[in-house]
């Protein structure tokens, strides 16, 4: 073949210019850890990679959602904690108040201890979470009970929900009525310690007898609202966990297909900048030698 | 019998023909980095050698040499090599356009990253999330509009990067088209000199060489034909029409393009092919987002502000049960799950309450800047009457009527706001034209959308650098062939310049011959 001095100059470029767009590759790959820079690095990985970085993002929501539950239903624990003490009080004194040997004037002072026990039930039924009523369905921007007429107060019978995954939904609240008993019942729980001071004042012994068994309904109602509470509180914690896991898997597959074998990376850049500088090399060589050198 | 002055004019020829030879080398070595350069030979022959006149044959021997004479000087060049480079440079052309707008394309969608369209698409979601978390959470409103004011931005921000890159590529098309002209002109000059020089016998080698600069550079612009008859007659075609006849040469004009099958013309007509499907398959992701037919359920109810029908039988507070696809009226309080089918992401949001008294109804999420109900990524905004107020976002999905008559929203429900977070798994189906994804969901298209702009990107970047080698390999070849090797050129001047004083040398022996002859013959004795 003849070969003259513009073949070696175009494949002198040519290798160059392969070479040096090889290490502006790995250049690029080097400087940021990541395989993929554009759609065109990786056409199918780059699906992947959108995903995962998509489900993290969601991934957040959903932890912050189940911590939002949580919160919310410790909160829901807390008030039915003191609703189960309020009444226990109330039993008591119900107890005290329905024996025969109690003077008048004790009942008397009984009945305002349980008007004060009203009020902490009133108050325990208007708890809020971060501002928001929580036994008061969807209304959470309105107390539920006032003092005047708690056991007549109707409350909102929406609850709310909270995603954890994308097709899981939880319902986190539980309303009013559920736990406190329906408004006007003979056992909403208001009706029950309004009836308990009025007969303490009026001194009906035998209904105050009635009025034990009404506490033990309201307190065996709040129990299986309370166990609902707690049974919610563990599927948040269980999401909570699982979404920790989740997130940890989603990463470790993110860095599957995005991040740069650093090892391999290096190896390749300093493999192709021996090439490059051979290449420089003989062509150096290769162009210095010429006849024209050898002729006197 | 010759002339006795026969070797005299023999060695003069041969110091004129090796001057000359040596006069070429000279020109290729000076043209030895020249673009499109053919090396020059200049070829050589005996003269016309001498018979002995005489009435019979002659006795003397013969014929009798009478020395060199030169016969052209011509290209030594491969007139296949050059059809095969320039329908490489045409591929190779069209592929670096390509290549470089498919870059572009993907520079401006900017993903992966957490500022491409995915991001703010993620965040948008997520801010509906935080505002279901809490319906009546202020700041969470305000996020909502930010995180949809946002995307509505960055997709009229990639919109508008189309469109420049467009108007950059019609102002690409206008300068090549206007070199395409000057380059025809050209030609057509030196088919003129061409002509000119050849019809008295020469070889205008260097006009040649100009000519054929001039087709590789149009090559690698438009496809191109040519042909040169043996009269002389040459005529040159671009994208089908013929535009050159020897010294004619036509103006061409833009709309030229759009009949390029192959070169830098038509790399930008297919680059806005690119960027139009780029456009069309966004502009879909965009409609389907705000108007896509999908079926919902509010799992807690709904009350209606309007009449309308739900796909499964409802029970209203009152007891009653409506059939499925019977209408429900307007006011009605559904308790049980409602499960509807609304159009898109404005469908879902027109059901719901904002928290303002008394309560809002009907209000679309997303409307257009241009006031038409196609939506598309240039005329998408946040509909203004909720940019301007936060209690109009329609997170709510309950309202009640007071004793006077108005009616107030139920501000802690988040019915709406739960849904509209549901509506990024529901399945869309999508104009089966453009992606190879004809159903899926909003993410599922998108990423499809990317995946195939990256397919097409690595393609086209592929076969560049086919292309590319292609060429070099050609154009090695052509070197190979045409180029001019200064150590050839050396040791034919070398060569040259040897017969030159060879020649000279034999002048003088028959300078000294005829001296003999002339002056120092027949002068015996004197």
Redesign the interface.
């Known amino acids: 073949m003849r070969v003259t001095g513009a073949m070696q100059n175009i494949q002198l470029l040519k290798n160059l210019r392969y070479n040096n767009s090889a290490i502006m590759d790995l250049q690029d790959k080097l400087a940021t850890g990541q395989k993929i820079q554009r759609p065109d690095d990786d056409p199918v990985g780059i699906g992947y990679l959108m995903r995962y970085n998509t489900e993290l993002s969601r991934s957040d929501q959903f932890l912050e959602n189940a911590r939002t539950g949580i919160g919310w239903l410790n909160t829901m624990d807390a008030a039915m904690q003191q609703a189960n003490d309020v009444l226990k009080r109330a039993k008591q004194l119900t107890q005290q108040g329905s024996t025969g040997t109690v003077p008048e004037e004790a009942r008397k002072q009984i009945a305002s201890e349980i008007r004060q026990l009203y009020e902490q039930m009133v108050s325990i039924g208007n708890s809020t979470y971060d501002g928001r009523y929580i036994f008061n369905g969807q209304k959470t921007d309105t107390a539920p009970y006032t003092n005047a007429t708690a056991a007549n107060d109707k409350t909102d019978p929406g609850s709310y929900y909270l995603n954890v995954s994308p097709f899981v939904t939880v319902p986190v609240s539980i309303t009013g009525e559920v736990i406190f008993g329906k408004a006007g019942d003979t056992e909403n729980v208001f009706n029950v310690l309004n009836d308990i001071a009025n007969h303490l004042d009026s001194n009906d012994q035998s209904a105050l007898l009635q009025d034990l068994s009404r506490i033990d309904a309201c307190s065996d109602r709040i129990s299986v609202s309370w166990a609902e509470v707690g049974a919610r509180t563990n599927r948040f914690e269980l999401v909570v966990n699982r979404l920790t896991d989740e997130q940890g898997n989603l990463k470790n597959l993110r860095s599957q297909v995005n991040d740069v074998d650093m090892a391999q990376a290096i190896t390749d850049l300093q493999l192709r900048q021996n090439v490059l500088q051979a290449s420089l090399a003989t062509g150096a060589q290769i162009m210095r030698v010429s006849l024209v050198d050898f002729l006197k | 019998m010759p002339s006795s002055f026969l070797g005299l004019e023999t060695t003069k020829r041969a110091l004129l023909t090796q001057t000359l030879a040596m006069q070429t080398a000279g020109h290729n070595i000076a043209n030895?980095?020249t673009v499109g350069y053919t090396r020059q030979r200049v070829n050589l022959s005996a003269t016309r050698p001498q018979e002995a006149v005489g009435m019979q044959r002659s006795t003397t021997v013969g014929q009798i040499g009478t020395g060199v004479q030169a016969d052209s000087i011509t290209r030594i060049r491969e007139n296949y090599l050059d059809t095969q480079y320039r329908r490489e440079n045409q591929g190779l052309g069209y592929w670096k356009i390509r290549n470089a707008n498919?870059?572009s394309i993907?520079?401006i969608?900017n993903?992966?990253s957490?500022d491409g369209i995915?991001?703010v698409v993620?965040?948008f979601?997520?801010s509906w999330?935080?505002l279901?978390?809490?319906p009546?959470l202020l700041s969470a409103r305000v996020d909502v509009i930010a995180k949809a004011t946002n995307m509505v931005d960055t997709f009229k921000q990639v919109d508008e990067s189309l469109t420049a890159l467009e108007r950059d590529i019609d102002s690409s098309i206008a300068t090549k088209v206007s070199a395409v002209n000057t380059m025809l002109a050209n030609i057509a000059q030196l088919n003129d000199y061409i002509r000119r020089a050849e019809s008295l016998g020469a070889n205008a080698n260097d006009y040649r060489d100009q000519r054929d600069v001039l087709l590789d550079q149009l090559s690698s612009i438009v496809n191109i034909e040519y042909a040169e008859t043996p009269a002389g007659d040459f005529t040159l075609s671009i994208a089908g029409t013929q535009v050159v006849a020897n010294d004619q040469a036509a103006t061409v004009t833009a709309d030229i393009a759009a009949n390029a099958t192959s070169g830098e013309l038509a790399g930008y007509v297919q680059a806005k092919a690119d960027i139009a499907q780029i456009r069309d398959e966004l502009n879909a992701l965009v409609k389907t987002l705000v108007g896509g037919a999908v079926t919902v359920t509010l799992?807690?109810?709904y009350t209606t502000s309007q009449p309308l029908t739900a796909n499964n039988d409802v029970t209203l507070d009152d007891g009653t049960v409506i059939p499925a696809g019977t209408i429900i009226p307007a006011g009605s309080k559904i308790?049980s799950s409602v499960e509807l089918t609304v159009k898109g992401i404005n469908g879902l949001h027109s059901l719901g309450y904002g928290t303002s008294d008394p309560t809002p109804t009907g209000i679309a999420f997303f409307t257009t800047s241009d006031g038409s109900t196609d939506f598309n990524m240039s005329n998408i905004r946040l509909n203004p009457v909720i940019a301007n107020d936060t209690s109009k976002i329609a997170a709510?999905g309950?309202y009640e009527t007071t004793s006077v008559g108005t009616n107030i929203t139920?501000?802690?429900?988040?019915?709406i706001a739960?849904a509209i977070?549901?509506l990024?798994?529901k399945v869309f189906n999508y104009p089966s034209n453009l992606t190879n994804l004809s159903s899926g969901t909003l993410?599922d298209y998108?990423?499809?959308v990317?995946?195939?702009?990256?397919?097409?990107?690595?393609n086209s970047?592929r076969n560049l650098q086919n292309q590319q080698d292609l060429v070099?390999n050609v154009?090695?070849q052509r070197?190979?062939?045409s180029?001019?090797?200064?150590?050839?050129e050396?040791?034919d001047v070398?060569k040259f310049q040897h017969a030159y004083n060879a020649a000279a040398r034999n002048m003088t022996v028959i300078d000294e011959m005829l001296d003999r002859v002339i002056n120092q013959m027949g002068i015996v004795g004197r």
């Open positions: 030895a980095s498919l870059d993907q520079a969608l993903e992966p957490d995915r991001g993620d965040d979601w997520n999330e935080v279901n978390r809490d009546t799992a807690n109810g308790v709510s309950r139920i501000k802690g429900n988040g019915d739960h977070t549901s990024r798994d993410d998108f990423r499809a990317i995946s195939e702009l990256g397919t097409r990107s690595s970047s070099d154009e090695v070197q190979s062939v180029g001019v090797s200064l150590d050839e050396m040791a070398i």
